[in-house]
């Protein structure tokens, strides 16, 4: 059983930066692809960024240039960066590890506030 633990969030000024944090267990990590999606009250959870486990990224537009999502296979973990972050980025992010049909693990979330 994998387990997910994120952690970085909180409340930020517009323009600020956020540094998420997602620290896995177990020992599918390397062969995951691995994501960020988030959600705003009374909206659908969304992709934000993605990362596969050759190491390509993709991004919703409303955050190209603006986040990025890396990733360490040695310590189980994946990232995302966060800047100039706007009242709009305002939701809970949650980190996925998944691969298919096989497996698709989601963390608990963790609550971005951005004030303007």
């Known amino acids: 059983q994998v387990q997910l633990v994120e952690s970085g969030g909180g409340l930020v000024q517009a323009g600020g930066s956020l540094r998420l944090s997602c620290a896995a267990s177990?020992?599918?990590?390397?062969?995951?692809?691995t994501g960020w999606y988030r959600q705003a009250p009374g909206k659908q959870r969304e992709l934000v960024a993605r990362i596969i486990s050759g190491g390509s990224t993709n991004y919703a537009d409303s955050v190209k240039g603006r986040f990025t999502i890396s990733r360490d296979n040695a310590q189980n973990t994946v990232y995302l960066q966060m800047n100039s972050l706007k009242p709009e980025d305002t939701a809970v992010y949650y980190c996925n590890l998944a691969r298919g049909v096989f497996w698709d693990y989601w963390g608990q979330g963790t609550q971005v506030t951005v004030s303007s």
């Open positions: 177990g020992s599918v990590f390397s062969i995951s692809h």
